[in-house]
């Protein structure tokens, strides 16, 4: 139980396959699922699955490469894709641009061994789903640090908007205390002016009287 056929392609081009079943037909329906999907000459990456009995074929389709793969349908998606994605990266680190323009099956031979060693990996080894299972969990906590930085982020842009609103609070009082300063020196300042003119001009009025009493401006009377 598990994943039981490999395959790598270039359009229609099979460049390397692996079946862990002797008498299967699981080649014929991968090459009719591979040409079904290359009709038209879409070239758009994509993922797939397709069901054959107690079988699922499980395709992905990126960078050219065609990696499909064939497992008990009980194993479920996440582990057959995980295997098509180990597979494509090894496929496209060893070969590089000879991949472009390689005959069929040129890399058979050699990389039909890394398929049946990656098959049996992913098929019993539980290392393998354990493994996909953390990047899940890294991408989860990854996209929720993310999330907090955006939060930390937009928590300090508040922040400094509370601090250009405090400092303009505090100019304005320290303003408002100045002109209320200046205010009161000015309205102390009229009072002052007032109470010397009203002086003044007591005394005018008590000199003018007596004056008129004194019978003259130098007091000579009085």
């Avoid at 680190?93 to 049946?116: C, D, H, K, Q, W």
Wanted: net charge positive.
């Amino acid at each position: 139980m598990g994943v039981l056929y490999g395959m790598v392609a270039r359009g229609q081009v099979v460049l390397a396959e692996f079946s862990s079943i002797m008498e299967s037909n699981a080649s014929v329906i991968a090459k009719q699922i591979l040409e079904k999907t290359n009709e038209g000459n879409n070239n758009n990456d994509s993922n797939a699955s397709y069901s054959h009995d107690r079988y699922v074929f499980h395709l992905k389709r990126t960078d050219g490469l065609t990696i499909i793969c064939m497992a008990n349908e009980v194993l479920g998606r996440r582990i057959p894709f995980a295997f098509l994605e180990d597979i494509h990266n090894r496929f496209v680190r060893t070969y590089g641009r000879a991949i472009l323009s390689a005959p069929a099956y040129a890399m058979n031979e050699e990389f039909s061994r890394v398929l049946s060693q990656q098959m049996d990996y992913y098929s019993s080894d539980p290392n393998a789903d354990r493994l996909n299972r953390l990047k899940g969990e890294m991408t989860q906590v990854r996209t929720v640090m993310i999330d907090n930085i955006e939060k930390v982020l937009e928590r300090g842009n508040r922040l400094e908007l509370l601090v250009d609103k405090t400092t303009a609070m505090n100019r304005n009082s320290i303003r408002f205390k100045s002109h209320s300063r200046r205010f009161q020196n000015n309205i102390w300042w009229r009072n002052v002016r007032l109470t010397s003119t009203l002086i003044i001009i007591l005394i005018l009025i008590i000199y003018i009287t007596l004056a008129f009493i004194c019978h003259g401006p130098l007091l000579t009377s009085c």
